[in-house]
Nanobody, 118 residues
């Protein structure tokens, strides 16, 4: 299993960014994104499961949208998940990690930095 995240950057408050994560492998239970703000633990931002249900952290509901190119249940060997982030605030600053859960084991991408600052 390999995950490669991209799309971070420095943006002003109120603007948008789109993160993408290329995931190799299959048989995933969950794919999603975590945020690690400076000096804080890693927290869940959004996830999608094999039933295509999507969950969001309360702090991003209505602003962030998680999407995927293939249903997890199709077990494609290559998958891409994206996180469209709108209305960014300084509190969204942090390193964003994509992750995949397969057979109760979690795999992480390398992280991509998002900085929201005026």
């Amino acid at each position: 299993v390999q995950l490669q995240a991209s799309g971070g950057g420095l943006v002003q408050p109120g603007t948008s960014l789109r993160l993408s994560c290329q995931v190799s492998g299959s048989g995933f239970s969950f794919l999603g994104w975590y945020q690690q703000a400076p000096g804080k633990p890693r927290n869940l931002v959004a996830l999608i499961d094999r039933g295509d249900a999507i969950q969001y952290a309360d702090s991003v509901k209505g602003r962030f949208t998680l999407s995927r190119d293939n249903a997890l249940s199709s077990d494609n060997a290559q998958n891409t998940i994206s996180l469209q982030m709108n209305g960014l605030t300084p509190e969204d600053t942090g390193v964003y990690y994509c992750y995949a859960t397969q057979r109760a084991r979690t795999y992480w991408g390398q992280g991509t930095q998002v900085t929201v600052s005026s």
